[in-house]
Nanobody, 120 residues
Framework: QVQLRESGPGLVKPSQTLSLTCTVS??????????WNWIRQPPGKGLEWMGA???????AYSSSLKSRTSISRDTSKNQFTLQLSSVTPEDTAVYYC????????????RGQGTQVTVSS
């Protein structure tokens, strides 16, 4: 059973960089055939895919967030990390990390999510 757990600050000030970590257990992030994603859900809105890092280490980003988003990984800790720069209150959302077979494919495992509020 794969488990994912998001961690990071719940409150970030405008213009700062949001950094979240997803810790994976029960499976390796380097296992062939999977991509590890970050998605978010702003209040009252639907899920938004932000980006992903594949088992190979290659990355892909949403075109609308690409200029502000970076995803990296630490294979020794079986973790991958999201950094979102220059945040505004519109970045307030519940952030989730997920596993999927490919970008654009619905995830098969998802973390519980973590609330991030952008406010001064």
């Amino acid at each position: 059973q794969v488990q994912l757990r998001e961690s990071g600050p719940g409150l970030v000030k405008p213009s700062q960089t949001l950094s979240l970590t997803c810790t994976v257990s029960g499976g390796s992030i380097t296992t062939s055939g999977y991509v590890w994603n970050w998605i978010r859900q702003p209040p009252g809105k639907g899920l938004e895919w932000m980006g992903a890092i594949a088992y190979s280490g290659s990355t892909a980003y949403s075109s609308s967030l690409k200029s502000r988003t970076s995803i990296s990984r630490d294979t020794s800790k079986n973790q991958f990390t999201l950094q979102l720069s220059s945040v505004t209150p519109e970045d307030t959302a519940v952030y989730y990390c997920t596993r999927a077979k490919a970008v654009g494919i619905r995830y098969d495992y998802r973390g519980q999510g973590t609330q991030v509020t952008v406010s001064s």
